[in-house]
């Protein structure tokens, strides 16, 4: 059993910093891309950051240059350090990972994801 478990998210005021964090549990192998995701009222969930185990990122042209997105692989853990932060970044948050696990005794690869953490930026 796998488990993504996120933490940090807040009500801010616009320009305000966050920072949130993921940790990923259980029967890891190996954890591949890892990323955040978010949801806002009304709206598809959207890409918004993403780290390959290379430390390769990939961020949503509407937080280039405010967010940065890292990773601990020997913790299994990923942040989002979100910083001047708009009305508009106002979400669940999402962690996503793609994690090789061992389920009862046979190697699987799959998506996984948190539960979500709801971040509100009041104007």
């Known amino acids: 059993q796998v488990q993504l478990v996120e933490s940090g998210g807040d009500l801010v005021q616009v320009g305000g910093s966050l920072r949130l964090s993921c940790a990923a549990s259980g029967s890891i192998v190996s954890i591949n891309t890892m990323g955040w995701y978010r949801q806002g009222p009304g709206k598809q969930r959207d890409l918004v950051a993403t780290i390959t185990s290379g430390d390769s990122t990939d961020y949503a042209d509407s937080v280039k240059d405010r967010f940065t997105i890292s990773r601990d692989n020997a913790k299994n853990t990923v942040t989002l350090q979100m910083n001047s932060l708009k009305p508009e970044d106002t979400a669940v948050y999402y962690c996503?990972?793609?994690?090789?696990?061992?389920?009862?005794?046979?190697?699987?690869?799959?998506?996984?994801w948190g539960q979500g953490t709801q971040v509100t930026v009041s104007p």
């Open positions: 996503n990972a793609r994690i090789l696990a061992l389920v009862r005794g046979i190697f699987k690869l799959n998506d996984y």
